[in-house]
């Protein structure tokens, strides 16, 4: 599969990533929306200066529950702490100023919803402001929120009900309305970062907020923040996904994302680790398939979604997969998440898929990026290069949506390693495999892959088994099935047993749904 030719210029050189000092710049990983919400509750009610948001949307509505315990149906009605009036409260009380972007165009108009809100609550919102980015059909996908210039989250999900969910991914939650994905369980990581990071990060909201300037009538840009000077230790990169003409005039925008994950890539050995909501992007498949081909040795380990909320991405995700030859690759695993709790007497254990939101690269336990891009052309570089149809890649050519990204490298230029790319991978695999499962930095002697495959064997004969009782852990892997329904998945990957299937899509809800505009745009 040949590359374009901007994405082979942008890949003759390494990427440069700037050093920090490692006691000074901290990350944190928050896996799963209900941690991350909490740490950013705590933030925001302990702010003093200044609470700065970008999302691509902001219901008021929008909840922070705690997690109680493994089974949450048992829930009558949902119970938790408002996102939005926690915000107005640190603005009213602690004379804290509130900036908050989101987007204003016909595909979605979250900032007018938002001001409509504020105004009902009747309280003072002198310090508050919305602005709506309006750039058709272009979208503010970048999910940030920046508190006191001092501690900066890069949130993985939309600030929506129903894409709330904590690690035991009950196949069925009160607390997550079945309006948004079919009520599916959400599996989703956010990173949490401290120290000059988070004045680069600034300057990107600065810049997107600069953005939707021209579009209210008095206001004026804000001068971009400077980054302070870094010292050489371990190495953290925040990266964009801009588009052309982003910011006016002969501006090209930014493709900065697609190129540290490319230089990412090429820089594997042994393991690349991908969990991510789609996988349909030309230039990072082929990279992969061209990491397979360098390296005898290097494993890769895929978990994404088999029935994704645009219904397009299957068939795109699908092809690539087929194409690349990475769908029956010896040394490629393909997997799902799934989650179970015992079911009734009369319909087997229950079963229902888990969303993976995710936007997860791990390489080599030594490199990694997180934030709010898909692996799709609209996140990297051109929306257009995901269609097979010539006619609609023209139309959709280099549309491109503002995403963010936080790259972290340990080891830099020879120096010791803090360790986070691996304790991200080891987080993730003891969630997605087991606690008991080897998620340690040692490869097994027989290989990832092979460790993957046999608990997924060991999965299916445990659901063929145990007709009513649930696994051990309540998350867990299946291998990755090109079939279009739940149902029929469960079947191609050797599920006989009669089971409580919480999510089965219809004919047209898989091949060609609006429910995926009503989730994502309502």
Same mark, same amino acid.
């Given at each position: 599969?040949?590359?374009?030719?901007?994405?082979?210029?942008?890949?003759?050189?390494?990427?440069?990533?700037?050093?920090?000092?490692?006691?000074?710049?901290?990350?944190?990983?928050?896996?799963?929306?209900?941690?991350?919400?909490?740490?950013? #509750?705590?933030?925001?009610?302990?702010?003093?200066?200044?609470?700065?948001?970008?999302?691509?949307?902001?219901?008021?509505?929008?909840?922070?529950?705690?997690?109680?315990?493994?089974?949450?149906?048992?829930?009558?009605?949902?119970?938790?702490?408002?996102?939005?009036?926690?915000? #107005?409260?640190?603005?009213?009380?602690?004379?804290?100023?509130?900036?908050?972007?989101?987007?204003?165009?016909?595909?979605?108009?979250?900032?007018?919803?938002?001001?409509?809100?504020?105004?009902?609550?009747?309280?003072?919102?002198?310090?508050?402001?919305?602005?709506?980015?309006?750039?058709?059909?272009?979208?503010?996908?970048?999910?940030?929120?920046?508190?006191? /210039?001092?501690?900066?989250?890069?949130?993985?999900?939309?600030?929506?009900?129903?894409?709330?969910?904590?690690?035991?991914?009950?196949?069925?939650?009160?607390?997550?309305?079945?309006?948004?994905?079919?009520?599916?369980?959400?599996?989703?990581?956010?990173?949490?970062? /401290?120290?000059?990071?988070?004045?680069?990060?600034?300057?990107?909201?600065?810049?997107?907020?600069?953005?939707?300037?021209?579009?209210?009538?008095?206001?004026?840009?804000?001068?971009?923040?400077?980054?302070?000077?870094?010292?050489?230790?371990?190495?953290?990169?925040?990266?964009?996904?801009?588009?052309?003409?982003?910011?006016?005039?002969?501006?090209?925008?930014?493709?900065?994302?697609?190129?540290?994950?490319?230089?990412?890539?090429?820089?594997?050995?042994?393991?690349?680790?991908?969990?991510?909501?789609?996988?349909?992007?030309?230039?990072?498949?082929?990279?992969?398939?061209?990491?397979?081909?360098?390296?005898?040795?290097?494993?890769?380990?895929?978990?994404?979604?088999?029935?994704?909320?645009?219904?397009?991405?299957?068939?795109?995700?699908?092809?690539? #997969?087929?194409?690349?030859?990475?769908?029956?690759?010896?040394?490629?695993?393909?997997?799902?998440?799934?989650?179970?709790?015992?079911?009734?007497?009369?319909?087997?254990?229950?079963?229902?898929?888990?969303?993976?939101?995710?936007?997860?690269?791990?390489?080599?336990?030594?490199?990694?990026?997180?934030?709010?891009?898909?692996?799709?052309?609209?996140?990297?570089?051109?929306?257009?290069?995901?269609?097979?149809?010539?006619?609609?890649?023209?139309?959709?050519?280099?549309?491109?949506?503002?995403?963010?990204?936080?790259?972290?490298?340990?080891?830099?230029?020879?120096?010791?390693?803090?360790?986070?790319?691996?304790?991200?991978?080891?987080?993730?695999?003891?969630?997605?495999?087991?606690?008991?499962?080897?998620?340690?930095?040692?490869?097994?002697?027989?290989?990832?892959?092979?460790?993957?495959?046999?608990?997924?064997?060991?999965?299916?004969?445990?659901?063929?088994?145990?007709?009513?009782?649930?696994?051990?852990?309540?998350?867990?892997?299946?291998?990755?099935?090109?079939?279009?329904?739940?149902?029929?998945?469960?079947?191609?990957?050797?599920?006989?047993?009669?089971?409580?299937?919480?999510?089965?899509?219809?004919?047209?809800?898989?091949?060609?749904?609006?429910?995926?505009?009503?989730?994502?745009?309502?």
């Amino acid at each position: 599969m040949t590359r374009g030719t901007k994405h082979k210029q942008a890949t003759t050189h390494a990427v440069r990533y700037r050093d920090t000092t490692s006691h000074r710049d901290k990350v944190e990983w928050l896996i799963d929306n209900c941690r991350a919400y909490e740490s950013l #509750l705590h933030a925001v009610r302990n702010s003093h200066e200044s609470i700065r948001i970008s999302q691509l949307a902001f219901d008021a509505d929008c909840l922070t529950h705690s997690a109680v315990g493994a089974d949450s149906s048992v829930f009558v009605a949902p119970e938790g702490a408002l996102l939005l009036d926690a915000i #107005l409260e640190a603005s009213s009380a602690n004379h804290v100023k509130v900036e908050i972007l989101l987007n204003s165009t016909l595909l979605l108009d979250t900032a007018t919803l938002l001001r409509r809100s504020i105004a009902k609550r009747g309280r003072d919102a002198s310090r508050v402001e919305v602005r709506g980015l309006s750039r058709f059909p272009q979208l503010l996908h970048a999910k940030m929120v920046i508190v006191d /210039e001092k501690r900066a989250f890069l949130i993985g999900s939309p600030f929506v009900n129903g894409y709330w969910d904590d690690s035991s991914h009950a196949p069925v939650d009160r607390r997550r309305p079945r309006r948004e994905l079919g009520g599916r369980p959400l599996h989703d990581v956010s990173t949490a970062v /401290e120290g000059q990071v988070v004045h680069e990060l600034a300057a990107v909201f600065t810049n997107l907020w600069n953005a939707a300037h021209h579009d209210l009538a008095g206001s004026n840009p804000i001068p971009v923040p400077r980054s302070p000077s870094r010292a050489p230790d371990s190495c953290i990169q925040v990266v964009t996904t801009l588009p052309s003409r982003f910011r006016g005039g002969s501006d090209e925008g930014s493709v900065g994302i697609l190129e540290a994950l490319l230089d990412g890539i090429g820089r594997a050995e042994h393991l690349i680790y991908i969990e991510h909501q789609y996988l349909s992007s030309r230039p990072v498949v082929a990279a992969l398939r061209d990491a397979l081909e360098r390296h005898p040795d290097l494993e890769i380990i895929l978990v994404l979604n088999q029935n994704p909320d645009v219904t397009a991405y299957r068939g795109w995700q699908n092809a690539r #997969l087929m194409e690349s030859g990475m769908l029956r690759h010896p040394r490629v695993g393909l997997y799902t998440l799934w989650s179970a709790a015992e079911g009734r007497s009369d319909a087997g254990i229950m079963l229902n898929q888990v969303f993976v939101h995710s936007k997860v690269v791990v390489v080599d336990n030594h490199w990694a990026m997180v934030g709010s891009a898909n692996l799709d052309g609209v996140s990297l570089d051109s929306y257009g290069s995901d269609f097979s149809s010539r006619l609609l890649g023209r139309i959709f050519r280099d549309v491109r949506n503002a995403d963010v990204a936080l790259v972290v490298r340990d080891g830099a230029r020879g120096s010791a390693g803090s360790g986070s790319a691996g304790e991200l991978r080891s987080r993730l695999w003891r969630e997605h495999l087991g606690p008991t499962a080897r998620a340690g930095a040692a490869r097994p002697e027989s290989g990832w892959v092979a460790l993957w495959q046999q608990i997924a064997r060991e999965n299916v004969v445990m659901l063929n088994d145990s007709v009513r009782e649930p696994p051990a852990a309540c998350t867990f892997i299946l291998p990755y099935s090109m079939k279009s329904t739940p149902r029929t998945q469960l079947k191609d990957v050797g599920i006989s047993a009669t089971v409580d299937l919480r999510y089965e899509p219809g004919w047209l809800e898989v091949h060609w749904s609006p429910a995926w505009v009503r989730n994502m745009f309502l």
